[in-house]
């Protein structure tokens, strides 16, 4: 499909080159600006910034609490910022590996937070890794790698797997969850030229696979199989898609190289997201 103003529609005003997005159960839009701010959007338009770490946020991802959990790739840490605004630093890494670049994270069924840290873009076989933050924010590494740029990340709708996307190489990997350093499956192959970034499953196991390079989303299939999703090739509409999100039948997509979000309708329900509680999770 090539994106066009007849199939899609653009959400926001001026924002600050987005990195990220994602969709609360009441349909309230949040996406990153790369000033550290968080934009609060709804469907009719309405936008207001929650707050500003002063960083540059990548990857957000919601709890259960309607707090914002982000990968700010400036202090580097992952910080959590409440609805009233404020600010609590979850985690700049461990005292062997502190962040490099945290770039996304997405939680499991027990609340941790598992984020990427990408590592150095140009160097091979790569320096990226993966660490996870438990819900009393204590951190430890969950694979070593070496990953190539590690990005976006999501598990799958049984809840087995953490898909990993390498942007360097460019393909899509995956790792056990309950088997941390395990073995990674390379699973989708991206064309050559692209830069993924962002993943969002879909319930039938579907994964949206959004690429800085082209402006386009790919799909990818359980068996593998990789098929042009949806592409802008004047770069206007989607412009360096990165990070993206299904919600009620529509597809969010965050550009980083622009000033909005783009919306396009699909048929795809989106794979059920954990979003913990923390105070039911962590002892006083």
């Known amino acids: 499909m090539i994106v066009t103003p007849a199939n899609c529609s653009m959400l ?53 609490e309607g707090c914002v959990h982000a990968c700010d790739c400036d202090q580097p840490a992952v ?39 990408s590592g150095d873009y140009w160097q091979r076989p790569g320096t990226g890794c993966i660490l996870k933050i438990a819900p009393d924010d204590s951190t430890t590494l969950f694979h070593a790698g070496p990953l190539q740029f590690a990005n976006g ?31 990674l499956e390379p699973i989708h192959a991206l064309p050559r030229g692209a830069v993924p970034d962002g993943l969002a499953f879909a319930d039938n196991g579907e994964l949206l696979i959004a690429c800085y390079k082209p402006d386009a989303v790919y799909r990818g299939f359980p068996d593998g199989r990789v098929e042009l999703f949806c592409e802008d090739p004047t770069g206007e509409l989607l412009s360096r898609p990165t990070n993206v999100a299904l919600h009620n039948g529509k597809l969010y997509i965050a550009n980083l190289g622009g000033w909005h979000i783009t919306v396009i309708d699909v048929d795809l329900r989106p794979a059920p997201l954990h979003r913990p509680n923390f105070s039911t999770l962590v002892s006083p």
């Open 12 to 64: 926001g005003e001026g924002l600050d080159h987005p990195e990220s997005v994602c969709v609360d159960d009441g349909n309230t839009i949040f996406a990153g600006g790369e000033a550290g701010q968080l934009y609060r959007l709804s469907g009719d338009g309405q936008q207001s910034i929650v707050a500003s770490t002063g960083g540059f946020l990548l990857g957000i991802a919601l709890d259960g």
């Open 79 to 117: 910080v959590r910022i409440a609805p009233d605004g404020s600010i609590q630093q979850r985690s700049t890494g461990t005292p062997e590996h502190r962040f490099v670049i945290p770039n996304y994270g997405v939680f499991d069924v027990d609340g941790n937070l598992y984020v990427s840290d």
């Open 153 to 183: 990340l999501a598990i799958d709708p049984s809840g087995q797997w953490l898909y990993i996307v390498q942007s360097t190489v460019p393909d899509v990997v995956r790792v056990p969850l309950r088997e941390p350093n395990g073995e």
